[in-house]
């Protein structure tokens, strides 16, 4: 048994080795640059960029990198060995406080939205003091923000920081008017649950559309799926269970607080979820997460799937954002107390967020928007397209009895009863949980359900730290210029409810009820990347992206244009990779498989005029019909998918709803017909592993 305590973060530079290994002048500098953002001295970066160095090599590593997270969503970063050379046969191994500060790698490959010109290669990557260095693969990664030549932020972490820097002064106006001077910074916390599918590693590498787009394109659906919901929290097989406990030691050994993991609800697929940390370090976290699921799985015999929906007709994979916020004296600010009515500065906070999430639906859509979720939402737990607020029974009730002038009622708090008086009694949490709800509050945070698994949470953060924090800056300008605060804080929480309380919805959110009360509620239904994504160019957007600095008018740009170029992108490869599929291995297969049916009516025949061959003669007849049509089918889709790359002078939209209106709509069609021929064809001569075989093979 491992000693876990002894284990976790052993291979991060963290504050307890920075302490034992920097002078102690040293070590305050530097907790005064990671805690208040003072300016880093040249001194103090040398003396850490030496320590971490020699701690390090101690731990074997011989390289370097920084570790940044560019627009593709995943992580990078150019990795150089510490080796300096002294004279021409000896070495020494050195590392500055310039190579720990600043990094220079090439940016000419990776998405910019139009912020740099391809022959402008330089692109530099900065410290970020706030996340700890940690060891990867025998080098040493140190976290950093990725830039171009001219300043505009080419990753995911910066405007992340800068709209984590934004909600810590706004809310701190808001705290200084209910007389906190204690508290000097608010930070945003995240704990994000991870969804993921396990299946056989020699499996996965048989599938095509599995190594080329994550997702199965085909697929017949297996006789059992998630039908008698028995994989849910259901047993934990053997050859998963040994993967979960490699995984969490993995990821305790790099400081990431792994606390449960369990089966989902279709077989197959599982789920991580660490405790929360801010929302910088669980991003940094998150992404780490999904490295080292990665590679725990192939030291397995395994393959982890973190697209949004690997197979159709069972449950796909989200990553449920957890969202809160915390002063520095451990404090959470969205925690109601015994009495959410008599608190005035939660209900402050609360109303904030029901404005900020009714007035900025479209950026919170955005924020969820991939090819890969596109599949994903709608059911199987998965919210809809809709943004809606679950609030519970308790606090909407309480902001009705605001919005009528009368005085709430609180209820007693009632107990769980089952009939046996010897189990313990228990109070019911009166928020509950909302499982259809995008964006439902869940006893003291907000969980934002509608992320999809293989999504980076930098993105879906940032827009909702900017916009909650837009709002707590219009909430301060108008409070503290209040003559009499008491009245002013009554009045503005009122009309906020009054104006926004149609976000607000407690029901079933799949039902068809509620789409069209949603519309009669002027909420928007968002359904596919490519309706969402052109909504960050709204002038509303632009403006409240960049007033505040979280956004240069050019960064907005830039994350519209690679948004919908990835969307694009996908479903491109998606549909050659089906053509080929089709063309090289499914049609094949089908000629084969008919070719001995045909043989073997015509060896009956020879037999005796008198043995039936009628199985063969209606297989021979439909798998013919079937596999012409499917060949048709396949064309067409060639030929959409070549006019696409044609399309000129249309503008990245229209090529978005092309590939959504034409190219995805002919997938669908080609993909019916292929898993009906799958289900006539002896599965000994279907050229992939099956459902059947990928979803129930690990035992």
């Known amino acids: 048994m491992s000693n876990v305590p002894e284990m976790f973060g052993c291979r991060v530079f963290n504050d307890d080795i920075m302490r034992a290994r920097l002078p102690k002048e040293i070590y305050k500098a530097f907790r005064k640059t990671r805690e208040d953002g003072k300016p880093l001295d040249q001194t103090v970066a040398n003396s850490v960029a030496n320590a971490m160095k020699n701690w390090a090599i101690e731990h074997g590593a011989t390289h370097f990198t920084h570790w940044f997270q560019p627009m593709t969503g995943i992580t990078a970063g150019k990795h150089d060995s510490f080796v300096t050379p002294v004279d021409p046969c000896k070495v020494i191994m050195e590392f500055s406080g310039k190579e720990l500060i600043k990094g220079e790698p090439d940016a000419s490959s990776f998405p910019s939205g139009g912020l740099r010109a391809t ?29 171009s030549f001219g300043g505009e932020a080419l990753d995911k972490k910066t405007p992340l920081l800068r709209s984590m820097d934004l909600l810590d002064r706004q809310a701190l106006r808001i705290l200084r008017l209910f007389g906190d001077t204690e508290t000097t910074h608010v930070t945003t916390t995240v704990g994000a649950e991870q969804e993921y599918f396990l299946i056989d590693k020699a499996l996965y590498e048989q599938r095509k559309d599995l190594l080329y787009t994550g997702r199965t394109l085909f697929g017949a659906k297996p006789p059992k799926g998630q039908e008698l919901e028995d994989h849910y929290f259901g047993v934990i097989k053997p050859r998963v269970s040994a993967y979960m406990k490699d995984l969490d030691e993995e990821l305790w050994k790099l400081g990431i607080l792994s606390k449960t993991k369990h089966n989902e609800a279709a077989p197959a697929q599982h789920e991580l979820a660490p405790l929360f940390t801010s929302s910088n370090i669980a991003t940094d976290h998150n992404q780490l997460t999904m490295e080292v699921m990665k590679q725990v799985a192939s030291r397995h015999g395994l393959a982890c799937l973190l697209h949004e929906k690997p197979f159709a007709g069972v449950n796909g994979s989200g990553k449920h954002n957890n969202w809160s916020m915390s002063t520095n004296n451990g404090v959470n600010l969205l925690e109601p107390g015994e009495s959410p009515r008599k608190n005035a500065q939660f209900l ?124 707590l800056c219009e909430f301060a300008d108008e409070l503290e210029q209040a003559e009499d605060f008491r009245p002013a804080l009554r009045s503005l929480l009122r009309r906020t409810i009054q104006k926004h309380q149609r976000i607000i919805f407690n029901g079933n959110n799949y039902s068809d009820e509620w789409v069209q009360e949603a519309q009669s509620r002027g909420l928007l239904n968002l359904q596919s990347s490519a309706d969402a994504v052109p909504y960050y160019l709204c002038e509303k957007n632009i403006r409240l992206l960049t007033r505040h600095g979280v956004f240069s008018e050019s960064e907005v740009y830039s994350r519209y244009e690679i948004t919908l170029e990835n969307y694009t992108k996908q479903i491109h490869i998606e549909a050659l990779t089906m053509a080929d599929m089709v063309k090289k291995d499914i049609l094949p297969a089908v000629v084969s498989y008919m070719k001995d049916l045909s043989t073997t009516a015509c060896q009956k025949k020879q037999l005796s005029d008198r043995i039936s061959c009628y199985v063969e003669e209606t297989l021979l007849t439909r798998l013919s019909a079937l596999s012409s049509e499917l060949y048709k089918q396949t064309e067409q889709l060639e030929q959409h998918v070549a006019k696409a790359t044609q399309i000129e002078g249309v503008g990245i939209e229209a090529i978005g709803r092309y590939y959504r209106d034409v190219v995805f709509a002919q997938m669908e069609a080609t993909r019916v017909i292929a898993d009906e021929i799958e289900s006539l064809v002896g599965e000994s001569y279907w050229p992939y592993p099956t459902y059947g075989k990928l979803l129930f093979s690990v035992k």
């Open 119 to 147: 022959f402008e290669a330089r692109g530099y990557t900065a410290w970020d003091p706030t996340s700890n260095a940690f060891l990867k693969d025998g080098s040493l990664c140190i976290p950093t923000t990725f830039c």
């Open 348 to 471: 402050l906070f609360l109303v904030a967020i029901i404005r900020a999430v009714d007035q900025n639906q479209d950026l919170l859509r955005i924020a969820a928007a991939s090819t890969g979720n596109d599949h994903r939402l709608g059911a199987s737990e998965a919210p809809p397209a809709i943004i809606s607020i679950f609030l519970g029974d308790e606090l909407t009730d309480i902001l009705q009895s605001m919005l009528d002038g009368v005085k709430y009622e609180s209820p007693d708090k009632t107990y769980m009863e089952v009939g046996l008086d010897y189990l313990p009694r228990f109070k019911k949490d009166t928020t509950d949980r909302n499982r259809t709800s995008p964006f439902a509050f869940t006893g003291n945070k907000f969980e934002f359900r509608m992320l999809g698994s293989s999504a980076s949470i930098a993105g879906a953060n940032c827009i909702l730290n900017t916009v909650i924090a837009d709002v």
